[in-house]
């Protein structure tokens, strides 16, 4: 059972350059996540989505597009790549939204130059 | 409005000597809780949660947290502890409604370090 997976799980790329995090879940949950995580600002949440099609931004949404014409898969592309987006990525799924626990993946740990 | 507090940003045990890290919420309705822990270099796991069945919870590794709505407290605890078990530990709570920041509320998290 594979569960939730990143990739890559280390990338390094220069500024302004468009880089794409991939995401993918075996068990059909249908909420999806995408996380930052800062030394100093914690876990803040960049985009959801809810379903196939279906997305919804986040705290810190600017500078992130995402997508999700699967269930199963939730990239998360930076158009522009800033130094500021250095950071590990996390990406989530969940079976539901309402009290419900969500499930991590192992982090993508970007470095912008 | 919901919120989480981890009292503690930094707790240090021997090897064998029980942990208690604390965690207190707020929250207007019957909230559902949980203890992740994120050991370096990798993702969040969930250790347990608290979805208003028993309020002493069990979860993975020995680890276990009671909820006690008279004090809004969600300790977790183990009887132990093990070099494994040094890691980061974040309490969190689901919020009943969304929104931009999501339905889950992080704390700042907790870093517990275990001497040999």
């Known amino acids: 059972d594979a569960g939730i997976t990143q990739s890559p799980r280390y990338k390094i790329t220069e500024t302004g350059r468009q880089v794409t995090l991939m995401c993918h879940q075996t068990?059909?949950?249908?909420?999806m996540f995408w996380y930052r995580q800062d030394l100093g600002h914690g876990l803040r949440l960049i985009y959801y989505?809810?379903?196939?099609?279906?997305?919804d931004k986040g705290e810190v949404p600017d500078g992130y597009v995402v997508s999700r014409s699967k269930t199963e898969n939730f990239p998360l592309t930076l158009e522009s790549a800033t130094r500021s987006q250095t950071s590990v990525y996390f990406c989530?799924?969940?079976?539901?939204?309402?009290?419900?626990?969500?499930?991590f993946g192992p982090g993508t740990r970007l470095t912008v130059t | 409005a919901q919120s989480v507090t981890q009292l503690d940003s930094h707790v240090s045990v021997s090897e064998g000597t029980p942990v208690l890290l604390r965690c207190n919420y707020s929250s207007s309705y019957s909230p559902s809780l949980f203890w992740y822990v994120q050991h370096p270099n990798k993702g969040l796991q969930l250790l347990l949660k608290?979805?208003?069945?028993?309020?002493l919870v069990k979860g993975i590794n020995g680890f276990e947290a009671e909820f006690k709505k008279s004090e809004t407290s969600f300790h977790l605890t183990k009887p132990s502890a093990h070099m494994s078990d040094a890691a980061e530990y974040f309490c969190?709570?689901?919020?009943?409604?969304?929104?931009?920041?999501?339905?889950?509320?992080f704390g700042k998290g907790t870093k517990l370090s275990v001497k040999p």
């Open positions: 969190v709570v689901s919020r009943s409604y969304g929104g931009s920041q999501g339905n889950l509320i």
């Open positions: 989530a799924s969940s079976e539901s939204y309402q009290l419900h626990e969500q499930y």
């Open positions: 989505s809810a379903a196939a099609d279906i997305t």
């Open positions: 068990w059909s949950h249908s909420y």
């Open positions: 608290y979805t208003s069945a028993a309020t």
